[in-house]
């Protein structure tokens, strides 16, 4: 890959591929060789959709997930060949573009469907879809005890290929799963009464990464995993019988440094005001990066393989640590914001606690305003960097 990106700030993700690969291969002892869904919307939760993509797509994974056509046509435009399933609802002015750049569609509306087969028709191809049915998340999807009828409606248009029906779990990954279990329930009912009436479609998936570790029952025919792929477990109350390898870093740099004396103030609003000599370091990351104001009350970083504190609030962009128990630390010091220093580890769960957030959110919201670096095989391969793109 070339590395043209011009990266003039001193914070970026960094983004290990082959803890990726590793990963994928770790889960797949668990799916038994049923087909893995690698779920890269968000831009890959953050780590880059179109890299990490290439990068699956080599392993031979089944297919991809995103949540928009945008998504979908940024895969296609990239050289992926690889079926993509967009799970998120389309307008049906934009179903022509699901059937140009081959895309499966989710549908559980006959409308949606019509609009899709006469695309396919005007086009000369078959529109892909998977039946998306409602059995307790309440997003989309048909109502599951309208599954059948509504099935039956959409299949009446003839440019339609049905390859999948589908639904989604809100608690696979919380201690008590019996809601979890009352859904497998439906979805194994719902195929057999489609099998009764002669409806046989030849992909049914409903686990998400909670599912793949805890509720092996319903991995099905194909399992949707994204979480993961990219080194963290979904939730503290999940199985672990993995060895994953974080895959995304976020690191920053010591940008300036701040001797204090008592009553000197640092930030907006004065948020922190020495009671002491303090020294301070300044970093050049903020909230504008993704870095949430709230890290501020409870968040730390690592320099030189320890724990620094945050303090004061944060800035647009720029953040500030107390250094005083670090006197050799320098300007251009390296500063881990998520990701490992020695011993220690910040998880994208430690900044959610902090933040009273959840990982997935702590991840997707590194924007791309910070640009990405890949590493395989200890080397950096390729740098993307969107602000400096004209």
Known sequence: MKDEALVLRPSWVEVDLDAILDNLARVRTLLAGKKLCAVVKADAYGLGAVPVSRTLAEAGVDAFGVVMLEEA?????????????????????????????????????????????????????????????????GRYGCDYEHALETLQQCRRYPHLSFAGVMTH??????????????????????????????????????????????????????????????????????????????????KTHIIAIRDLRRGDSVGYSRRFIAHGPERVAVLPIGYADGYDRKIRFSGFTLLHGRKA?????????????????????????????????????????????????????????????????????????????????G
């Open 73 to 137: 046509v940024q895969l296609r435009r990239a050289g992926i060949v690889t079926p993509i399933l967009n799970m998120g609802e389309i307008l049906i002015e934009h179903a022509g573009y699901a059937v140009e750049y081959d895309v499966q569609q989710m549908i559980y509306r006959p409308e949606t469907a019509q609009a899709l087969s006469d695309a396919a028709a005007r086009l000369g191809k078959k529109a892909i879809v998977h039946f998306k049915i409602n059995t307790g998340m």
């Open 169 to 250: 779990f809100p608690l696979s990954d919380a201690v008590d799963k019996s809601f979890a279990h009352l859904q497998i329930l439906r979805m194994q009912r719902l195929r057999r009464l489609f099998e009764q009436n002669g409806i046989d479609i030849p992909c049914w998936h409903l686990c998400n990464s909670g599912g793949v570790l805890d509720l092996p029952q319903a991995h099905m025919d194909m399992v949707r995993c994204g979480l993961l792929l990219y080194g963290y477990y979904p939730s503290e109350d999940v199985q672990r019988p993995l060895a994953l390898r974080p895959a995304m870093t976020v």
């Open 309 to 389: 504190p945050l303090i004061s609030g944060l800035c647009m962009d720029a953040c500030f640590i107390r250094i005083s128990d670090f006197p050799q630390a320098r300007i251009g010091d390296p500063v881990i914001l998520m990701g490992r220093s020695g011993e220690e580890e910040i998880s994208p769960h430690d900044i959610a606690y902090a933040i009273q957030s959840v990982s997935y959110e702590v991840m997707a919201r590194f924007g791309k305003r910070l640009p990405r670096l890949y590493f395989r095989g200890g080397r950096k391969v390729e740098t993307i960097h969107d602000a400096m793109k």
